[in-house]
C-alpha cells in the first residue's frame, strides 16, 4: 500500500502535468481537503489521487474539470469529506506527541548552537530552569496551534472565490502569524524563572535536541 | 450532483456495485461506463462519494494495479459483502420498479 507521504509526493510530480485551468481547480479542491483536520489523512491523500488520474484523463480526452467538480465545487467537496472516513484519534495524538517531541528537540539544539556561539564572545550564563521552559514549551505547542487553525480557518475562507478578494486574507493570516510569535516572545519574557536548575554542557542541549528529534521521526512512522 | 434526489443517491449506489461486479474499474473508467449506459446528467465527479461510501461500508475495495495504458490505478473490486448487498437490492428494485413506473406514468 502506498502511504500517504509517497501520495503526496506522487501528487506533487503528477500534478505538474495538468493545464492552468484544471490546476487552479485542482489545487482548490486538494487545499481544502488536506486543511480540513477531520479527514483521515491516507483517506484524503487516495480520493486526491484518484481525482488527480480523473482530470489527467480526462484532461487527455478534451473534456473541461469543470466536468469533474461540477458547478458548486465547495458544495463537491464537502459531499467528498462527508463520505471520508474520519482521522483516527490515535493518529491524531500520535501525530500531535511527535510534533511536541520535534519542537523540544528544535528548541533544545538551537539553545546549544547559540550558547556555543555565544561563548565565543561573552560570558554566558547556561543555567536554566525546568519549571520555565517546560512552562514556556506548552505555551508556545499552544499558541502555535492555536494560530495554525486560525490559519487553515482563514485559507478555507478563501478557497472557491474569485481570485481579488484574496489578497486582504493572505495579509491578516500574515497578522496573525506575526501576533502568534509576538505573544511568544513576550511569553519567554514574562514566564518567570521557577523549578529545578540544570545546567549543562552545550553539546548535551545538542545531543539531547537530536535524541529527541529522532524519537519524533520515530514516532511519526508508527 | 445535478440529480438532487435522495432517491438516486441510493440507486447509483447500486449502478456502481453493478458495474464494478461486472469488471474490476478504475474511477475514470467507471465514469465513462456509467455514462454510456445512459444515466442522465450525472457529472463525472458524482462517483468519488461513492466509491468511498461503498468503501467505508466494505461492499467495495480499491487495489493497485497497472492498467491497460499503462500508469498504476486504483482499480475497485466488489467484496462478498457487497455482492449480497447487491442482489439484495436488486431484488427490492425487481419489485418496485414495474408498479412504480406504471403508477407515476398514470398520472402524468
Known sequence: MRTAATLIEENNGKRELLNDENLALYEEFLLYIRTDLRVDEQAGEEVLMDLLDHLLESQADGKSGKELFGDRPQDYADEVIEALPREKKRNAAVFIISQLLSLAGWFSIAYGVVYILLSFFTEVDTAISLGNILLLLTTVSFVAFIAVCLIFKMVRSTLFRPKKSRTMEYVKAGAFGAAAFGIIMLLAWLIPEFGPIIQLEWWLYVLTGLVLMAAAKLLSRI | ?108
Open chain 2, 1 to 108: 450532483m445535478a440529480l438532487r434526489s435522495q432517491l438516486l443517491k441510493g440507486v447509483l449506489d447500486a449502478c456502481v456495485m453493478a458495474v464494478v461486479e461486472e469488471e474490476a474499474v478504475y474511477g475514470y473508467e467507471l465514469s465513462q461506463k456509467l455514462q454510456k449506459i445512459g444515466l442522465p446528467d450525472i457529472s463525472d465527479g458524482t462517483i468519488y462519494p461513492v466509491l468511498l461510501r461503498l468503501q467505508k461500508n466494505g461492499f467495495i475495495r480499491g487495489e493497485m494495479r497497472p492498467s491497460a495504458s499503462g500508469p498504476n490505478r486504483k482499480y475497485y473490486f466488489l467484496t462478498e459483502s457487497g455482492r449480497d448487498e447487491l442482489r439484495q437490492i436488486a431484488a427490492e428494485w425487481e419489485e418496485i420498479a414495474t408498479p412504480v413506473s406504471n403508477l407515476l406514468k398514470r398520472s402524468e
